[in-house]
């Protein structure tokens, strides 16, 4: 049975990608009481990493699509955390983003706002959440972005 959220994910014409696997020596989420720490998710897309760095090789709207993808998944963990009931997620509390950032790149806020929105066009009022946004001078691999999230599930 499909539930509400993979039902606006959908409708949204939105999939969620595969549970990507830890690149690095860490797991790819901790639970712990009914919060779910999920580790940092890079921008990545069905053709692989979203690579470059904002002000240089990538504009807003560029870094707001491979935060989008950052945040699909993140809900893609989510669901693995919950063994594939998405309906157990309650709502998101924070993400922290990191942004690969010229020096004089201050449009990291606008960049994330990918990701936000995304989680609020699918979650309704349970995607609001609180946010850290920071540009970074590089990221692992050249990613554009890497964000990860603390969720409430039930």
Do not use: W
Request: glycine share 10%.
């Amino acid at each position: 049975m499909t539930n509400p959220i993979e039902t606006r994910l959908a409708a949204l014409g939105l999939t969620l990608p595969d549970a990507p696997a830890p690149l690095a020596a860490y797991v790819p989420f901790v639970r712990t009481g009914d919060l779910l720490h999920v580790s940092g998710q890079v921008s990545s897309d069905a053709d692989g990493l979203i690579l470059g760095q904002l002000g240089k090789d990538l504009d807003v709207e560029a870094g707001q699509k491979a935060a989008a993808r950052c945040a699909l998944s993140l809900l893609a963990q989510v669901k693995a955390a919950c063994d594939g009931d998405l309906s157990r997620l309650v709502r998101v509390v924070k993400l922290n983003a990191f942004v690969n950032s010229t020096a004089d790149f201050t449009d990291q806020p606008a960049v994330v706002n990918g990701a936000s929105n995304l989680l609020g066009e699918v979650l309704g009022e349970a995607g609001k959440h609180a946010r850290s946004a920071v540009g970074v001078a590089q990221l692992p691999f050249g990613v554009a972005v890497e964000i990860d999230g603390i969720f409430q599930l039930s």
